[in-house]
């Protein structure tokens, strides 16, 4: 009786090392890199492992640079209002009047900052295409990637924009990247 629960230990254990070759065997073969296709990697003597550095990449448009630099900058003048009004309601020396104020314009700019997200994204998922909506004083403008936009399309977007703010159709503006 012995015997056979040694043996039966024995294959299982055998079994979990085929299985674990197998497996070690099929991740060399699938990631194995092609000795004619790569390139060996860049030494430097001087690398720092996680150091961030400057990669070229063909697929970069400048229609994406725009989109990304404008996001980051309307992110930025956000974020730097945000502040202003922050400072403004923590500092002890001003008034009840103007803390209520600047209280006031901090959750318009939140709440143009949320519809800003919301109309984009609905843009976005409509379109199928990379936009910039910027909402400011009762003005909504729409930037989209050159041609892309369609008759249908400008319905849809100011269709859209109405019914989540309160612009009037007059107050719309939309762009396309030249």
């Known amino acids: 009786m012995k015997s056979r629960i040694l043996n039966k230990r024995q294959i299982a254990a055998g079994t979990a090392a085929v299985a674990l070759c ?8 699938y990631t194995k890199q092609d000795i004619n296709t790569t390139q060996p990697p860049e030494t430097e003597t001087n690398v720092n492992l996680g150091d961030a550095q400057y990669v ?42 103007e803390r209520e104020n600047a209280k006031k314009k901090l959750t318009e700019i939140s709440n143009e900052i949320k519809t800003e997200a919301d109309i984009q994204n609905l843009i976005t998922a409509r379109l199928n295409c990379k936009c910039l909506v910027t909402l ?41 990247l030249k």
Not at 62 to 76: G, L, P
Not at 147 to 158: H, M, N, R, S, W
């Open 56 to 97: 070229s990449s063909n697929n970069v448009t400048t229609e994406t640079d725009y989109f990304m630099t404008a996001e980051i900058n309307r992110s930025k003048a956000h974020d730097s209002a945000k502040e202003y009004l922050k400072s403004i309601i923590n500092d002890e020396n001003i008034d009840e009047e």
């Open 136 to 176: 400011n004083d009762e003005k909504v403008e729409v930037v989209l990637p050159k041609d892309t936009l369609g008759e249908d399309g400008l319905i849809a977007i100011k269709d859209i924009i109405i019914s989540n703010s309160n612009v009037s159709p007059d107050n719309i503006t939309v762009i396309e």
């Open 22 to 29: 197998a497996a070690v065997f099929l991740n060399w073969y």
